[in-house]
């Protein structure tokens, strides 16, 4: 497998608010129905990487893209198949999710200080395909990565590593 190719089993999700269908930071926990999604869920295993990034004003007010948080995979809960287990989790904030993902405790984190997914940013990450080229034809830099990275998206383990870095760089400069 190439360095640009992504591996399957890392991913990185938009979500719009924590109300819509977004991720429980405070158990953990991810879920969705939608299929699409369901089947890139059923991919991910234990010691996957999944990074949360949505849109909000920074603080000059102005929209712009972050990464939120990222669990290390600790459990893939299927609906008909786990049903015992997913009864007893605190999260049910939607009973319709097909597929509940829960992060290690110890090895996820929820950013403290949110993690800029701008241009540079996205440019680092080769798997996803950005080219300077590509920022130039659009509008704005902010619809430009939403277009792009509307739907999950796979990642490749240098981008996890990379955006992992990234994390805890942050973190330590915002301590």
């Known amino acids: ?12 999700i938009e979500y719009i608010s924590i109300k819509d269908h977004g991720p429980n930071f405070s158990c953990l926990t991810y879920g969705d129905s939608t299929d699409i999604k369901v ?9 996957s990487y999944v990074f949360f990034q949505t849109s909000m004003k920074d603080e000059d007010g102005k929209m712009k893209h ?29 009973n319709t999710d097909r597929v ?45 990565i939403s277009k792009e990275t509307h739907s999950h998206r796979y990642l490749d383990s240098k981008s996890v590593d990379l955006l992992r870095g990234k994390c805890e760089a942050i973190q330590r400069i915002n301590k």
Do not use: R, W
Not at 1 to 12: D, G
Not at 66 to 86: H, P, R, S, T, W
Not at 109 to 123: G, H, R, V, Y
């Open 66 to 94: 972050f990464i939120m948080a990222y669990y290390y995979v600790f459990k893939v809960l299927v609906i008909g198949k786990d049903d015992g287990e997913i009864s007893k989790l605190k999260y049910l904030d939607n």
């Open 100 to 144: 509940i993902i829960i992060g290690d405790e110890n090895k996820s984190k929820i950013l403290a200080s949110p993690l800029k997914f701008d241009k540079e940013l996205a440019l680092e990450l080769h798997c996803l395909h950005f080219t300077p080229e590509y920022f130039q034809k659009k509008k704005s830099n902010l619809l430009t």
């Open 1 to 12: 497998m190439s360095n640009n190719t992504p591996e399957v089993n890392n991913l990185l």
């Open 39 to 47: 089947a890139q869920l059923l991919k991910l295993t234990v010691g």
